[in-house]
Nanobody, 124 residues
Framework: QVQLVESGGGLAQAGGSLRLSCAAS????????AAWFRQAPRKEREFVAA????????SYADSVEDRFTISRDNTKNTVYLQMNSLKPEDTAVYYC?????????????????WGQGTQVTVSS
């Protein structure tokens, strides 16, 4: 069992930056691929970024490519999402997810564990 707790959300201005963290407890996070998803009001949850368990491969949604960076520190059991050049359309609740497999995927149903989410609001 893995518990995930997100932090780092908040209010930012357009063009600004935020860094989200996802701390894992329970079974070691190093055996798990991890991802970030987000859900805006009245919209479905969507994929943002994913990273393999050793951090050697990552993938991004087209909408965040070149602006967001996913990384992980397995010594701290923590996954990060550095968000730069934020836009109002990035406003959403951001969720951290983990799956018991080394390879990341963009499919939400493939992830076994989810955090409670952290709100990110970007003002124009």
């Amino acid at each position: 069992q893995v518990q995930l707790v997100e932090s780092g959300g908040g209010l930012a201005q357009a063009g600004g930056s935020l860094r989200l963290s996802c701390a894992a407890s329970g079974r070691t996070a190093s055996d798990y691929a991890a991802a970030w998803f987000r859900q805006a009001p009245r919209k479905e949850r969507e994929f943002v970024a994913a990273i393999s368990w050793l951090g050697r491969s990552a993938s991004y949604a087209d909408s965040v490519e070149d602006r967001f960076t996913i990384s992980r520190d397995n010594t701290k059991n923590t996954v990060y999402l550095q968000m730069n050049s934020l836009k109002p359309e990035d406003t959403a609740v951001y969720y951290c997810a983990a799956r018991a497999h080394w390879a990341p995927t963009r499919t939400a149903e493939a992830y076994n564990y989810w955090g409670q989410g952290t709100q990110v609001t970007v003002s124009s």
